[in-house]
């Protein structure tokens, strides 16, 4: 299970350090890809077999089901771990949701997400809010 905020540093080479508590649960065959509200995803093997299912069981002749699988499947790349516990997000995928500099990674259960710093400020706001919640 994927649990927590934490802010990293992304590289001059589009890499960024994953949480100590996220490797153990990324083993070779993870995937990051485009997802929604506007930020990456970083799925398990299990995870990313699973999503894939379930795409797979939308209907092809519905144009909206088609543009969700286009972009998902043509925004991801495997997660490859280096020695020191870094990914590299290739430029394509940083650009899409705006990552310069830092990202601020976020476990959501099944999945992890990292977010541009000043998008997640702002949809954060939302969290603190129990009424929105509710």
């Known amino acids: ?9 992304v590289d001059d080479k589009g890499r960024i350090a994953v949480p100590v508590k996220f490797r153990a649960q990324l083993a070779p065959g993870s995937m990051i890809s485009g997802w929604l509200d506007d930020c990456l995803a970083i799925h398990t093997q299990t995870g990313w077999e699973e999503l894939s299912t379930k795409i797979a069981a939308l209907q092809i002749t519905d144009p909206l089901s088609r543009l969700f699988q286009r972009f998902v499947f043509s925004r991801a790349t495997e997660a490859e771990m280096d020695k020191q516990g870094r990914v ?3 430029a394509y995928l940083r650009e899409s949701v705006g990552l310069e500099g830092e990202a601020v990674l976020v476990g959501s259960r099944d999945h992890a997400e990292i977010w541009a710093p000043d998008r997640w400020d702002s949809y954060r706001k939302a969290l603190d809010d129990p009424r929105e919640l509710a």
């Not at 994927?2 to 540093?9: L, N, V």
């Open 1 to 9: 299970m994927f649990t927590g905020e934490y802010r990293h540093t």
């Open 88 to 90: 590299l997000l290739p």
